[in-house]
């Protein structure tokens, strides 16, 4: 039987899935009328204020210099690196594609987390993890002439993203996190701004293009709140899978909003990466239980004596 926090983790995981799908929809819609450095900065400028006041609500704004710690710059180095390639991404390919090449982030997570964090990944793990990259090629489709320059853009953006996971393991945990978020948000904003002349100038704002970006930075909030509140509910092994909810969002809104036809290859390469994604979630969900198992085992006891009064 499913416990009732694995469901409710389960829940808030496939809520927060969702939230960022179509965040990126909307994102999406709004391309071809707006750059990306705008787009960064009108959505940043909401999202920052949004998370200011929560965090300013819950108590967990800190001084400025508390943010300035290495590794947070670095997170924050990879989420400016992200945002930008992954939002280039959406602008000139299909959204389906963009969804399921980016279903190989946890998969790419594992990777990094084997090879610089030096954490145990067996050779059943490293084998999915090939298998999944294999199955990202398959959708990609490299021809005689090389990758094109729009899809290695998505790459660019499991590259950034997966490293500021792993950067953000490492952060002390007396950090906030709300804190980190509206340094982020604050820093995405600041570059985004910075960049509006380089990519194209200011575009004139109408409700058509400026409501999207409202709606878009009410979901990426809820959907971090969500991924929180996922992992503090459940087991990380049963609710982490349900990220790849965020691949048939990805289908059904490419097919209804975009009028995308995926073909064969897009279905084909998004299977291997699920099913090799699920199977790293299994084995690291296992050798987690045998950790913990052999963990409470009992030490063994050693020859023991009786003494007698007066021997």
Do not use: C, H
């Given at each position: ?63 400025l ?12 180095f990879?989420?400016?690196g992200?945002t ?94 709300l ?19 380089p ?45 790849y ?6 289908l ?46 009992p ?13």
């Amino acid at each position: 039987m499913v416990s009732p926090e694995n469901t409710r983790g389960a829940l808030y995981m496939s809520l927060a899935m969702a939230s960022f799908t179509f965040n990126d929809a909307l994102v999406k819609s709004v391309t071809s009328s707006l750059s990306v450095a705008q787009i960064i900065t009108v959505r940043g400028v909401m999202t920052t204020v949004l998370v200011y006041f929560v965090a300013r609500r819950l108590g967990a704004l800190r001084r400025l210099a508390v943010v300035f710690q290495p590794l947070i710059l670095l997170r924050t180095f990879f989420e400016i690196g992200a945002t930008l390639t992954f939002i280039s991404a959406l602008g000139q390919i299909d959204f389906a594609n963009v969804t399921s090449i980016m279903q190989s982030l946890p998969l790419a997570v594992t990777l990094g987390a084997a090879i610089f964090l030096k954490e145990p990944v067996g050779w059943r793990r490293w084998a999915a993890i090939l298998v999944g990259f294999f199955g990202v090629l398959i959708i990609l489709r490299p021809t005689a002439d090389g990758f094109a320059s729009a899809s290695l853009l998505v790459v660019a953006a499991v590259f950034f993203t997966s490293s500021r996971d792993l950067v953000t393991r490492r952060i002390v945990a007396d950090v906030p996190s709300l804190t980190i978020t509206l340094f982020t948000a604050a820093a995405n904003t600041i570059v985004g701004a910075f960049l509006i002349v380089p990519m194209g100038g200011w575009q004139p704002m109408t409700w058509e293009n400026f409501l999207p970006l409202v709606i878009a930075a009410l979901l990426v909030f809820s959907g971090y709140q969500a991924v929180i509140m996922a992992m503090r509910t459940g087991e990380i092994s049963f609710v982490a899978p349900f990220r790849y909810t965020s691949l048939i969002w990805g289908l059904v809104l490419g097919i209804l909003f975009f009028g995308e036809r995926p073909d064969a290859f897009v279905y084909v390469g998004a299977a291997i990466i699920i099913v090799s994604g699920l199977y790293s979630f299994y084995r690291e969900g296992k050798r987690r239980r045998e950790a913990m198992a052999r963990s409470q085992q009992p030490l063994p006891q050693g020859p023991t004596t009786s003494m007698k009064d007066g021997s």
